[in-house]
């Protein structure tokens, strides 16, 4: 059974700088009172993961402090101090927490995006496969898009492409068994002077290890401060 989340929260959050004004991460802006990040944790609980590993590093401490005085069952882990400073991507945030999953099979998620728990709850499938999500836009050169076989295998992705290639984008959802510590080891800096996740899912995919799961119910990027609108709506009907 899997039991373990990765969950990304150590971005700079550029994007929400409106609303963060730079003091603390975007993760802890409020919705209904309470931190977005929150509800990113209620809804994997719901499914019945155990242990939220929660990756920190840019703007550390104020999550820190939330982490700490909260009653989720996390496990913080600084990526600064594990990787170091110099190095910055989401695959850096795989690398930190290698020493806490083990041989373990584990669900990776990006921790200013939020999912239903039905979609959730079918990437916990524990079948020696790694999974990415995908979901269908209407704008796919805003997206990295995922490129599949007829049977949903994962061929690669193309980030943001300037031709239509596809219209699958990734989600930023994974479940991941342990090969892919193996796949990051090799990843190099992106054009975008980062360590990117996606690189090491592409090299697992070539091995014909990575299926396409696509998202059924809902899937909301909290990336702009419009998304606040949007998101509480998302909030308010899951409470019904």
């Not at 990051?184 to 592409?202: F, G, H, M, N, Q």
Request: proline share 4%.
């Amino acid at each position: 059974m899997i039991t373990k989340a990765v969950i990304f929260a150590a971005g700079r959050g550029t994007r929400m700088r409106e609303l963060t004004k730079d003091k603390h991460p975007k993760h802890l802006i409020e919705i209904h009172g309470r931190p977005f990040l929150s509800y990113v944790f209620d809804f994997l609980l719901e499914v019945g993961l155990k242990q939220l590993i929660v990756v920190v590093g840019h703007q550390a401490q104020p999550l820190i402090e939330w982490l700490e005085e909260s009653d989720y069952p996390v496990t913080i882990v600084n990526q600064f101090a594990v990787v170091g400073e110099e190095k910055y991507g989401t695959a850096c945030a795989i690398m930190a927490v290698k020493d806490f999953i083990e041989n373990e099979e584990f669900l990776a998620l990006n921790g200013d995006n939020l999912y239903s728990a039905e979609d959730l709850r079918r990437f916990l499938n524990e079948d020696g496969m790694n999974y990415i999500g995908g979901l269908k836009v209407p704008e796919p050169s805003n997206y990295g898009i995922l490129k599949t076989d007829e049977q949903d295998f994962l061929q690669e992705i193309i980030e943001k492409p300037k031709n239509f290639v596809g219209d699958l984008a990734n989600v930023g959802l994974y479940k991941f068994t342990p090969e892919i510590f193996r796949a990051i080891e090799t990843v190099k800096l992106s054009p975008r002077k980062e360590y990117e996740i996606t690189d090491a899912v592409t090299l697992l995919a070539r091995e014909h290890s990575v299926k396409v799961l696509r998202i059924k119910e809902a899937w909301h990027d909290f990336g702009r401060p419009e998304d606040v609108v949007t998101i509480s709506h998302f909030i308010e009907q899951h409470k019904k």
